[in-house]
């Protein structure tokens, strides 16, 4: 059964920061690109962060460029998200996408930024 479980999520003041972690099984991880997408209340979902299948390449929109890193564990079948100088509008639910043979979405995790 494939699986992809995000957690870390949470209420975070501007300016702080937060560590968000998927974690993966069922399928074969390392053969997969993983990404981060957020979705805000009334707004389409949209890419935050993305990482290659061994984890040399990372993308990031210039929305979180410079605050927001990705990286994965290809030992521990898991990606995090490391988001910083977070702001109130990165409020949105946070969601795992795992991208190869199959595409694989987590359930999402609330990010809520708020004083």
């Known amino acids: 059964q494939v699986r992809l479980v995000e957690s870390g999520g949470g209420l975070v003041r501007p300016g702080g920061s937060l560590r968000l972690s998927c974690a993966a099984s069922g399928f074969p991880f390392s053969d997969y690109a993983m990404r981060w997408y957020r979705q805000a209340p009334g707004k389409e979902r949209e890419l935050v962060a993305a990482?290659?299948?061994?984890?040399?390449?990372?993308n990031y929109p210039q929305s979180v460029k410079g605050r927001f890193t990705i990286s994965r564990d290809n030992a521990k079948n898991t990606v995090y998200l490391q988001m910083s100088s977070l702001k109130f509008e990165d409020t949105a639910v946070y969601y795992c996408?795992?991208?190869?043979?199959?595409?694989?979405w987590g359930q999402g995790t609330q990010v809520t930024v708020s004083s």
């Open positions: 990482i290659s299948r061994v984890g040399f390449i990372t």
């Open positions: 996408n795992g991208m190869g043979t199959y595409e694989y």
